[in-house]
């Protein structure tokens, strides 16, 4: 009886040590998780600056007409800018995406062709209707803009063919309606009807792809070879195709429901910034990045230090040796390594095979170090 009281307080003593230890280790790794976090904000930076470097993330807004009018009080001529958005919109976009490497760390840039249909109704009743006074209507000296997030992200200027025979070349331009950091516009001769514009831009980027859809009605389909793409957009799809192979996504947006009028004046544009609410957006996401990966493994530390604990102390009970709570220590401290050298492998290649290898590094180390502690390398590698 008084050798079972003995054992029993010993194991519970021994357990109290055990579960210290175990809380004590839950230092370390937290500094781990601390570490894993600074590494992937660098991750974060680096990326960023890669994807800055191929054009940045790319935001279109576009096409419309600017239009330039007099208005004309009493004796006084005001200059005022009346700008008309698209009845109808249509883009089509392709992206074919790349892995572009600096140091160890790697970001997804794209390479993307866009078709544009857009379809305007200029009437300049409608532009007359915006002013109060006398105006005098310059269509002839009107601009057609499209809006993009960096005039970087351009492979080339786009050059558009005008229903009249001419081609109108767009350069850069300050931004007419704030929607993005830049714009680019190119002089035209508007006349009142029906105007149809078809052209292709094609831009470089990363990141993500965002259309702000400015048309009374806008229809965008876009694709890529991205398998694992995030519709964060205020305007979800309402077809999506995702396979091993990329995507394909369609937004419609029918007439009659967009953020903006046909006919505003520009400098009245702050009334409407709710236009971002209704985005039609992609974003080239990885799926479980490695620093992902690892915080999750790290936050699963207590139960890997502790389960090694307890089957080493039924070992320490069952065969009657005893164990020093410093080589308990230092068990628990190898399994704390596990997860810097996962880490530090998982930033090298692949993340499987780096938690394959770790693994297989710390159960060669604890099996030989119990099996030196019980005096026989069989238990140490059945222990493990």
């Not at 714009?183 to 508007?190: D, I, P, R, V």
């Not at 964060?232 to 309402?238: E, L």
């Not at 974003?283 to 502790?306: M, N, P, Q, W």
């Not at 040796?321 to 880490?343: D, E, M």
Request: charged residues 20%; contains cysteine.
């Amino acid at each position: 009886m008084q050798n079972k009281l003995s054992g029993g307080a010993f194991f519970g003593i021994k357990a109290l040590i055990i579960a210290g230890i175990s809380l004590a280790l839950l230092i370390p790794a937290a500094m781990l998780s601390l570490i894993v976090r600074e590494r992937q904000q660098l991750s974060t930076s680096v990326k960023q600056e890669i994807i800055e470097g191929a054009g940045g993330e790319l935001v279109i807004a576009g096409p419309f007409i600017i239009v330039p009018v007099d208005e004309i009080y009493k004796d006084t001529i005001h200059r005022r800018e009346v700008v008309i958005l698209p009845r109808e919109l249509t883009i089509n976009g392709t992206a074919v995406t790349e892995e572009r490497s600096r140091g160890i760390y790697t970001a997804t840039v794209f390479t993307g062709t866009f078709s544009f249909k857009a379809v305007f109704d200029i009437q300049e009743e409608k532009i007359a209707a915006l002013f109060n006074e006398k105006s005098n209507i310059h269509l002839g000296n009107s601009r057609l803009c499209i809006e993009l997030s960096d005039p970087r992200a351009l492979r080339e200027m786009p050059v558009i063919a005008m229903p009249d025979g001419r081609i109108l070349e767009l350069t850069s331009d300050f931004t007419s309606l704030d929607i993005t950091d830049a714009a680019l516009a190119g002089k035209m001769a508007a006349a009142p009807g029906r105007l149809e514009l078809d052209f292709t831009m094609e831009t470089g980027g990363g990141g993500s792809i965002t259309i702000v859809p400015i048309g009374l009605g806008t229809n965008v389909q876009l694709e890529a070879d991205w398998p694992t793409p995030s519709f964060i957009g205020g305007n979800s799809p309402i077809i999506r195709e995702i396979n091993d192979d990329g995507f394909m996504a369609q937004w419609r947006q029918p007439i009659g429901t967009g953020k903006l009028p046909e006919y505003f004046l520009s400098e009245s544009q702050n009334r409407y910034t709710n236009y971002s609410r209704n985005d039609m957006e992609v974003d080239f996401f990885d799926s479980v990045g490695v620093y992902h990966k690892t915080e999750r493994a790290v936050k699963y530390a207590l139960l890997f230090i502790v389960i090694p604990f307890v089957i080493i102390l039924l070992f320490e009970v069952f065969t009657k040796k005893r164990i020093h709570p410093i080589q308990y220590v230092l068990v628990g401290v190898t399994n704390i390594i596990f997860y810097a050298l996962l880490l530090s492998l998982a930033e090298q290649m692949h993340f499987t095979a780096a938690y394959f290898i770790a693994t297989a590094c710390v159960i060669l180390v604890i099996s030989f170090y119990t099996g030196a502690i019980l005096k026989n390398f069989r238990r140490g590698l059945i222990l493990v």
